[in-house]
């Protein structure tokens, strides 16, 4: 017990003193795990606009396969895209191994699936009959599509939010693909395993608060810039345009 | 009014992302940033951050043409140690490595896995120095043609902790006897007696084997799934270590991680002393027929700062300051007596460049194997 109220005042000393080795491990662990947030984000919306919005052979199937790929462990992740990116593997020439940009690839294959799932479930809890009075309103399809992301933004986030939670916690890509490189590729998960190997719970336990601070601030930024869309700002299609 | 909230929060958003790959900058890993002040007017900060961001994803997309991955453009060579943790987790190469980057323009990279993985990474060309204690897995390695150059540097002492009351009554017996002992006790089901084994095949995991096999067991047929008194952790030195102890079992340790969690432990040494619970630590250069000549000299530089006398006193001197005893012995003051080719070569330079020829045959069929 005494190692978790250690814990909590060596995460605070750690925060208030602006510890420079935290401070790194901590802006290269939103680095990574914002960018490749930010790189599922722009493939999996549109990717899980264009699944949503029409009808093709296999769509159910494709569906089942998505949502079977949010269980992949992040070991198994990492284990295939360092087989890819190895030195002796076919991608090896890229030398993306060891590297941060190495991690936001594995991060990014490993959070499409789960937001392309829930941006798909998102768009699909959008009532049809808003879709048919912007159609009826002259709306182009284009515009439609637009209007119900609008529409679906709440659980769009969420599926953002959970993306971006998948990808700063987990462990299994940082460690295979990014080695746990100090002052390069160490970041806060791989450090927790570390100093947890190395028996300095307290440390380990400072980490993870301070991994949860990081994911608050990002998750209130996110939250914020959703909510934030003035509703004046919303155009009725097919309206005036400017 | 709302639309100007709306746009200072998406200049923070944009300001946050731009103080987030500036610190990335400062591992030298991200493109190269504008040089803005952060205390610029947030609106010029917003179309710099956009900027950094596209630069951000371009980097991703540059890195497939410079394989080199954002290195620095002052050229330090870089080289990757594959390592395992336990020796990791001593921090012993926290305290070598500045001292060999400043000898020589080199940044290095320490990656510490267990020992499979470590040598998985050598083999398939990922690492350009192997450092690990488990001398057949060496020696087989070096066989293979995977690596030249093996040196011993230093050694010490697995020891085998458990309960101070002792319910085997192991304590002062050889390493063998007292996992006969244990074999035995365990499989009557004695009150209180079990074994947690890593079982995870690293070092620690190989030098715990080896004493079964020298008590006469086969270890795949006799201990394993033998009864509840054995137990495979599969995990790490330090949650093994904390699994014995919360279990009241005994188990084998490298005295390093043992010392680093004493404080959490009940569990004291039982057996410290034994030919079998030799420790040998080695360093070896990675060889392939890919690896470049200079990746190939500057690891050997690292061998032989490794076996130089000057870094082998302060090997000596290692951890008296935080544990009050040192963590290794060096070759330079002890050479352990063990079996022919478990202690490697400790005193020659390292110079080879590429494995004897006939084991270099081998070297290529591997890797084009790999292939």
């Not at chain 1, 190692?3 to 925060?15: K, M, P, R, V």
């Not at chain 2, 700062?305 to 935080?322: N, S, W």
């Given at each position: 017990?005494d190692?978790?109220?250690?814990?909590?005042?060596?995460?605070?000393?750690?925060?208030v003193?602006?510890?420079?080795?935290?401070?790194?491990?901590?802006?290269?662990?939103l680095?990574?795990?914002?960018?490749?947030?930010?790189?599922?984000?722009?493939?999996?919306?549109?990717?899980?606009?264009?699944?949503?919005?029409?009808?093709?052979?296999?769509?159910?199937a494709?569906?089942?396969?998505?949502?079977?790929?949010?269980?992949?462990?992040?070991?198994?992740?990492?284990?295939?895209?360092?087989?890819?990116?190895?030195?002796?593997?076919p991608?090896?020439?890229?030398?993306?191994?060891?590297?941060?940009?190495?991690?936001?690839?594995?991060?990014?294959?490993?959070?499409?699936?789960?937001?392309?799932?829930?941006?798909?479930?998102?768009?699909?809890?959008?009532?049809?009959?808003?879709?048919d009075?912007?159609?009826?309103?002259?709306?182009?399809?284009?515009?439609?599509?637009?209007?119900?992301?609008?529409e679906?933004?709440?659980?769009?986030?969420?599926?953002?939010?959970?993306?971006?939670?998948?990808?700063?916690?987990?462990?299994?890509?940082?460690?295979?693909?990014?080695?746990?490189?100090?002052?390069?590729t160490?970041?806060?998960?791989?450090?927790?395993?570390?100093?947890?190997?190395?028996?300095?719970?307290?440390?380990?336990i400072?980490?993870g608060?301070?991994?949860?601070?990081?994911?608050?601030?990002v998750?209130?930024v996110?939250n914020?810039?959703?909510?934030?869309?003035?509703?004046?700002?919303?155009?009725?299609?097919?309206?005036?345009?400017? | 009014m709302?639309?100007?909230?709306?746009?200072?929060?998406?200049?923070?958003?944009?300001?946050?992302?731009?103080?987030t790959?500036?610190?990335?900058?400062?591992?030298?890993?991200?493109?190269?940033t504008?040089?803005?002040?952060?205390?610029?007017?947030?609106?010029?900060?917003?179309?710099?951050?956009?900027?950094?961001?596209?630069?951000?994803?371009?980097?991703?997309?540059?890195?497939?043409?410079?394989?080199?991955?954002?290195?620095?453009?002052?050229?330090a060579?870089?080289?990757?140690?594959?390592?395992?943790?336990?020796?990791?987790?001593?921090?012993?190469?926290?305290?070598?490595?500045p001292?060999?980057?400043?000898?020589?323009?080199?940044?290095?990279?320490i990656?510490?896995?267990?020992?499979?993985?470590?040598?998985?990474?050598?083999?398939?060309?990922?690492?350009?120095?192997?450092?690990?204690?488990?001398?057949?897995?060496?020696?087989?390695?070096?066989?293979?043609?995977?690596?030249?150059?093996?040196?011993?540097?230093?050694?010490?002492?697995?020891?085998?902790?458990?309960?101070?009351?002792?319910?085997?009554?192991?304590?002062?017996?050889?390493?063998?006897?007292?996992?006969?002992?244990?074999?035995?006790?365990?499989?009557?089901k004695?009150?209180?007696?079990?074994?947690?084994?890593?079982?995870?095949?690293?070092?620690?995991?190989?030098?715990?084997?080896?004493?079964?096999?020298?008590?006469?067991?086969?270890?795949?047929?006799?201990?394993?799934?033998?009864?509840?008194?054995?137990?495979?952790?599969?995990?790490?030195?330090?949650?093994?270590?904390?699994?014995?102890?919360?279990?009241?079992?005994?188990?084998?340790?490298?005295?390093?991680?043992?010392?680093?969690?004493?404080?959490?432990?009940?569990?004291?040494?039982?057996?410290?002393?034994?030919?079998?619970?030799?420790n040998?630590?080695?360093?070896?250069?990675?060889y392939?027929?890919?690896?470049?000549?200079?990746?190939?000299?500057?690891?050997?530089?690292?061998?032989?700062?490794?076996?130089?006398?000057?870094?082998?006193?302060?090997?000596?001197?290692?951890?008296?300051?935080?544990?009050?005893?040192?963590l290794?012995?060096?070759?330079?003051?002890?050479?352990?007596?063990?079996?022919?080719?478990?202690?490697?070569?400790?005193?020659?330079?390292?110079?080879?460049?590429?494995p004897p020829?006939a084991?270099?045959?081998?070297?290529?069929?591997?890797?084009?194997?790999v292939?």
């Open positions: 017990m190692e978790i109220t250690q814990g909590i005042a060596q995460a605070f000393d750690l925060i003193t602006l510890n420079p080795d935290m401070l790194e491990i901590a802006a290269l662990s680095y990574i795990s914002l960018s490749a947030t930010i790189i599922a984000a722009i493939i999996a919306i549109p990717a899980g606009g264009l699944i949503h919005f029409h009808e093709f052979r296999g769509k159910q494709l569906i089942v396969i998505i949502q079977t790929l949010y269980s992949v462990p992040t070991v198994v992740v990492g284990l295939f895209l360092y087989l890819l990116i190895s030195k002796s593997g991608l090896g020439v890229l030398g993306l191994l060891f590297t941060p940009q190495g991690m936001i690839l594995g991060q990014t294959v490993l959070i499409v699936p789960i937001m392309l799932g829930l941006v798909i479930s998102a768009l699909s809890g959008i009532d049809k009959s808003i879709s009075t912007l159609v009826s309103l002259g709306a182009t399809s284009f515009q439609k599509i637009l209007e119900i992301l609008k679906a933004r709440y659980a769009i986030l969420s599926a953002v939010v959970l993306g971006f939670g998948r990808a700063i916690a987990e462990v299994g890509v940082a460690m295979m693909i990014g080695g746990n490189i100090r002052g390069h160490r970041v806060l998960t791989t450090a927790i395993t570390l100093e947890t190997g190395m028996g300095d719970f307290g440390l380990s400072a980490l608060i301070i991994l949860l601070s990081v994911a608050l601030v998750v209130i996110l914020i810039i959703t909510s934030g869309f003035p509703p004046e700002s919303r155009q009725i299609p097919g309206g005036p345009s400017g | 709302k639309r100007d909230v709306y746009g200072g929060l998406v200049s923070t958003m944009f300001v946050l992302l731009f103080i790959v500036c610190f990335a900058g400062c591992t030298g890993q991200a493109p190269a504008p040089g803005a002040a952060p205390t610029a007017a947030p609106f010029v900060a917003n179309q710099q951050g956009v900027a950094v961001i596209k630069n951000a994803s371009a980097a991703t997309a540059a890195t497939a043409v410079a394989p080199a991955g954002g290195a620095p453009a002052a050229a060579q870089e080289l990757v140690i594959a390592t395992t943790t336990s020796l990791y987790d001593t921090k012993l190469l926290d305290m070598l490595q001292m060999f980057e400043s000898k020589y323009n080199v940044r290095l990279k990656t510490s896995q267990g020992t499979g993985k470590a040598i998985e990474l050598a083999k398939k060309g990922d690492a350009d120095i192997l450092l690990v204690h488990s001398p057949s897995q060496e020696l087989a390695f070096i066989k293979d043609g995977f690596g030249i150059n093996r040196r011993s540097f230093a050694s010490n002492s697995f020891i085998i902790v458990g309960p101070a009351d002792d319910p085997a009554g192991i304590r002062g017996m050889t390493p063998e006897a007292a996992f006969t002992a244990l074999y035995l006790k365990g499989m009557n004695t009150a209180k007696v079990a074994f947690v084994s890593r079982g995870d095949g690293s070092g620690t995991h190989s030098a715990e084997k080896n004493i079964w096999s020298k008590a006469k067991y086969n270890y795949t047929t006799q201990i394993q799934k033998s009864g509840d008194w054995y137990v495979e952790a599969g995990k790490g030195m330090g949650e093994t270590l904390q699994m014995a102890d919360e279990k009241g079992a005994y188990t084998l340790t490298d005295e390093g991680t043992y010392l680093a969690y004493k404080k959490d432990l009940a569990l004291v040494p039982v057996i410290s002393q034994g030919a079998s619970l030799l040998i630590y080695s360093v070896m250069t990675v392939n027929d890919k690896q470049p000549i200079e990746k190939i000299t500057m690891a050997n530089n690292f061998v032989n700062f490794l076996i130089d006398p000057a870094t082998q006193a302060e090997i000596g001197k290692f951890g008296v300051d935080k544990y009050g005893k040192a290794f012995i060096p070759m330079s003051v002890t050479v352990p007596d063990a079996p022919a080719g478990n202690v490697g070569d400790h005193t020659s330079p390292a110079t080879d460049v590429k020829s084991t270099a045959t081998a070297a290529a069929a591997a890797t084009a194997a292939k």
